[in-house]
């Protein structure tokens, strides 16, 4: 894709029981720090990674 926004996935392997987020946290000096990532709540407060959020359920429709 042009400009340099490829969509990448990455696969990262242990053997064992251990939680992507941890994987994250484990390897992320080897990741590119100009690179931005989309995850899950589990995600949130880490500064390279965009989470999703829920609207509250009061709350008027959404503009587009």
């Given amino acids: 894709m042009p400009g ?4 990448v996935d990455i696969s990262i392997g242990q053997l064992g029981k251990i939680t992507d987020i941890t994987l994250f946290i484990n390897n992320r000096q080897n990741l590119d720090t100009k690179e931005r990532f989309l995850g899950e ?3 949130i407060g ?3 990674v965009t989470t999703h959020y829920k609207k509250p359920k009061k709350a008027g429709p959404s503009e587009i």
Avoid: S
């Avoid at 340099?4 to 969509?7: K, L, P, Q």
């Fill in 41 to 43: 709540k589990a995600y």
């Fill in 46 to 48: 880490e500064e390279f």
């Fill in 4 to 7: 340099g926004e490829d969509i």
